[in-house]
């Protein structure tokens, strides 16, 4: 295909008539291709003379391309300033938890802290099992704040991060632990 843009300015001007079918089916093709007329003329009498294909499928595929980044980008746009303040959010309450519990370890137990941070993945262990299923508890209300996030319009998701307190938890019902799971 022959881009409308790249094809201006090295054109001659040509006179030439069309039956009414192929002028329908010729202006069809140029609206579905985002051509111009002329363009597409052009573009199908390559074709029908077995001209390099490549050659012409090369800049429909860039058009291509750029027309489906331009229909999603507020969908990507959205996704990367999410992904990014959720990992960063993600990244500094980890790391401030990990660094109070190291601490905690080692001053209650300044000899063998190390090897009592381990939690196990073995069943059997009923004290590590129940660690691991708050783990999993608390894993999944975070996936369903993911959920209803990624809900929100790009707008909306840019007004709250730009709020000096996330109003996304400011705003959020409080979610008792369910029984079984972290009490007793």
Do not use: C, W
Not at 40 to 68: C, F, R, W, Y
Not at 75 to 99: P, Y
Not at 143 to 155: C, G, W, Y
Request: hydrophobic share 40%; glycine share 4%.
């Amino acid at each position: 295909m022959l881009n409308v843009h790249s094809r201006y300015g090295n054109t001659r001007k040509k006179t030439l008539s069309l039956t009414h079918e192929g002028h329908d089916q010729i202006k069809k093709y140029a609206k579905a291709h985002g051509l111009s007329f002329s363009a597409s003329i052009e573009t199908l009498a390559l074709i029908g003379m077995k001209a390099d294909l490549t050659q012409l499928l090369v800049p429909l595929l860039n058009d291509i391309v750029a027309k489906g980044l331009a229909r999603n980008f507020n969908r990507l746009a959205k996704l990367s300033i999410q992904a990014a303040a959720e990992s960063t959010m993600a990244h500094d309450l980890a790391a401030m938890l990990l660094l109070q519990l190291i601490r905690q370890e080692a001053e209650q137990h300044p000899q063998d802290f190390e090897e009592r941070l381990a939690v196990s993945h073995d069943p059997t262990d009923h004290h590590d099992f129940r660690i691991r299923e708050v783990y999993n508890h608390f894993r999944h209300l975070a996936r369903k704040r993911q959920k209803r996030l990624m809900s929100q319009p790009l707008k909306q998701l840019l007004a709250d991060y730009a709020q000096p307190v996330p109003t996304a938890v400011e705003n959020e019902p409080e979610q008792p632990v369910e029984k079984g799971v972290g009490n007793e």
